[in-house]
């Protein structure tokens, strides 16, 4: 198979997988603009408004355990087209539900796809993508998430706009109009389908083929991947990491990988601990707070979405030039600076100017460019292949954990403390992340997987 062709291949692949971060993102977003519809209709507390917030929440930790036992068992694409099934059968089950029970349910369902696509989706692009080029396709994970954000945020609004000027003669008038947060949650059900589709026309990772002795199988894919040289090295050294691991008998327990498990669980939860999520979903609050009015301050969410993605393509164009060490300094360095910046303009009282929104987009941008992707490039290629899946969704069930804590404590140290301790106690994470990269996070840039044992695993 010549060059173009291969390169077209492999683009499908990692493109088909990274959708699963679309529809994590998806998933996630599109609560923000059903939330007051549904509390309003089933007349909602407090109790079962956080619950049905954080039933997501739940699904994802249930979607991790899954994908830890399934992904070994049944392959990464049959996992991948579970993940789907999920998204799908939540969008369907969400707008349908007749009362809070099956809503809720169906939001768990939709939260264990969130789980496994977390897991699942960059890991199987980690196995696929060659090695010159694997920072940037995983990256493709991560901008994929962004613009699933995106789009329920467009989708939310499309449907509202519609049904304030639309819908009057159709027979589903109720659904469109009079409930529409539940178009809302069926929209997820359209790139659902379009993924399970898509997933199907893609093959098996090789790396699991090779550790269930399906060696023919795995070489007539890496041959489809990669020229008839790089394949033939590929399968060589994927059978002599899977000879080394059964030799060894690694486990997730074993001493011999603590290192990148402790970088994967750090990486993960001060991924989360800079306050991301803090500023991308209470960012009409940061702003209401600075005096600014709720009309702008939603049109500032919405550049601040529009800058987070931009600045994943900065990502993806950089991270195998420069290397994940480069970009997670540089952009840690912006984000400790735009972050003391924004709690000393929050202290003295100085926040009703731009300087506030110019600041909050730097930390949307360091953060695109470098923790966002690079966060999980590095969770899913620093471990050995034998106990990849396992590892990685320790990884992950740290990072969902530390979205639980982030999410619960945010609003009461806003509250209790102040912008400006909340902005600070951000920038002292991050500091701390700074100086965790420099001196314990290894170099991967043009590594194969394989070859990562010897960067990160210590002998035993």
Partial sequence: MNNSATSYRINYICLTASIGGLLFGFDTAVISGAINLVKSQFSLNAILEGWLVSSGLVGCIIGVFMTGILSDRIGRKKTMMLAGG????????????????????ARVIGGIGVGMASVVSPMYIAEFAPANKRGRMIAYYQLAITIGILLAYFSNALLVSFSQNYFENVVF????KEETWRPMFLALSIPSFIFLIMVMNVPESPRWLVSINKREKAKKILNSVRSPLQAAAELQDIENAAIKSIDKKISVLDRSIRLPLIIGIVLA?????????????????IFKTAGISSNNALL???IIGAV????????????????????????????ILSLIFCGFLFYTGHTDNILLLVLILIFIA????SLGPVTWILINEIFPTAVRVKAVSICTLALWIAVWIVGQ???WLLEKEGAAIT????AAFSIINFFFSLKIVKETKGKSLEEMEDVFVVPH
């Fill in 86 to 105: 999920m998204f799908f059968l939540s969008g369907i089950g969400c707008s349908f539900a007749s009362s809070m029970t099956p809503l809720i349910a």
């Fill in 173 to 176: 008038i109720w659904f469109f």
């Fill in 269 to 285: 939860v001060l991924q989360q601990f800079s306050g991301i999520n803090a500023i991308i979903y209470y960012g009409p609050s």
């Fill in 300 to 302: 500032f969410q919405v």
């Fill in 308 to 335: 987070n993605l931009l600045f994943t393509f900065v990502a993806i164009r950089l991270v195998d030039k420069y290397g994940r060490k480069f970009l997670l300094l540089t952009g840690l360095t912006g984000i």
């Fill in 366 to 369: 360091c953060f695109a460019f």
């Fill in 409 to 411: 404590f945010f609003p």
């Fill in 423 to 426: 902005f600070w106690i951000f």
